[in-house]
């Protein structure tokens, strides 16, 4: 599986970016999409997940009401539409596609066997 995160950049707090990952190597509709982040001296932490099946989506409680998870099985793509930035936001993020329910990947009991480079978000304040 090959994993391309991309539309990270720079932005003041309060601002936006729309991350984008494109997914291929697999067939999409039967996989949990998600999104972790690292920031410097930290672990990696899941952020959002979108299920395979009925679309269903989780957030940390962080960035809930903040961030938008959307996947399109047809293109392979997913996306992170992020609200309302803040400086803590910023981190190098990564998306992943695993055959696990979005609960335990996003609590860390699973952990995602492909990470792809990632794209980096800073949020200056």
């Known amino acids: 599986v090959q994993l391309q995160a991309s539309g990270g950049g720079l932005v003041q707090a309060g601002g936006s970016l729309r991350l984008s990952c494109e997914i291929s190597g697999l067939s999409l509709h039967y996989y949990a999409i998600a999104w972790f982040r690292r920031a410097p001296g930290k672990e990696r932490e899941g952020v959002s997940c979108?299920?395979?099946?009925?679309?269903?989506?989780y957030h940390v409680d962080s960035v809930k009401g903040r961030f938008t998870i959307a996947r399109d099985n047809a293109k392979n793509m997913a996306y992170l539409q992020m609200d309302s930035l803040k400086p803590e936001d910023t981190a190098r993020y990564y998306c992943t596609a695993e055959l696990a329910p979005c609960s335990q990947l996003l609590n860390g009991y699973i952990r995602p066997s492909s990470w792809g480079q990632g794209t980096q978000v800073t949020v200056s304040s």
């Open positions: 979108i299920a395979p099946s009925n679309g269903g989506t």
